[in-house]
C-alpha cells in the first residue's frame, strides 16, 4: 500500500530486476514506461513473475505457475494479518513512504547502477 512515485518507479523495478537475476531468474522483458513499468521472470521450475506498477504508484505482484495436477488444498485457517481484499476493490495506496514516495529521483550512489538496465521488448 506503499505509494512509489514517479520519480522512485525506474529505480524500484531495477531493484527487483537486479535481485530476481541474482537469486537465478531469467528475466523475459522490461517494460520502462514512465508512469506504468513493468518487469517480467521466469524461474528454473516454469514459474513466471510479474511485478508492475499501476495506477498511482500502485505495484501489483503476479505469480502464475507451471502445469501441475490439481491438488486439494484446505482453506486458511489464520485470519489475515492485514486487510483482507477478497470480494472488494483493492484500494489506491495510501502509505507514504519518505523514500520510494519522494518527488526527486534516488540520488546517485557511486558504484550503484540507477533503475532498469535490461532492454525492453
Given at each position: 500500500?506503499t ?12 531493484l527487483?530486476?537486479?535481485?530476481w537475476?541474482k ?13 506504468h ?14 511485478l508492475t ?24 485457517s ?17 502509505v ?8 526527486t ?17
Amino acid at each position: 500500500m506503499t505509494v512509489i512515485s514517479e520519480e522512485r518507479r525506474g529505480s524500484f523495478l531495477g531493484l527487483i530486476e537486479r535481485f530476481w537475476s541474482k537469486s537465478g531468474y531469467e528475466i523475459s522483458s522490461v517494460n520502462q514506461d514512465r508512469e506504468h513499468p513493468a518487469i517480467f521472470a521466469k524461474s528454473r521450475d516454469g514459474f513466471q513473475l510479474t511485478l508492475t506498477v499501476g495506477d498511482k504508484g500502485q505495484v501489483f505482484l503476479k505469480v502464475t505457475t507451471p502445469c501441475v495436477q490439481r491438488s486439494g488444498v484446505a482453506e486458511p485457517s489464520a485470519t489475515p494479518n492485514g486487510p483482507a481484499y477478497s470480494g472488494v476493490e483493492i484500494p489506491y495506496p495510501n502509505v507514504h513512504s519518505d523514500f520510494w514516495s519522494a518527488k526527486t529521483p534516488v540520488p546517485a550512489s557511486p558504484g550503484v547502477p540507477q533503475g532498469s538496465t535490461t532492454s525492453t521488448s
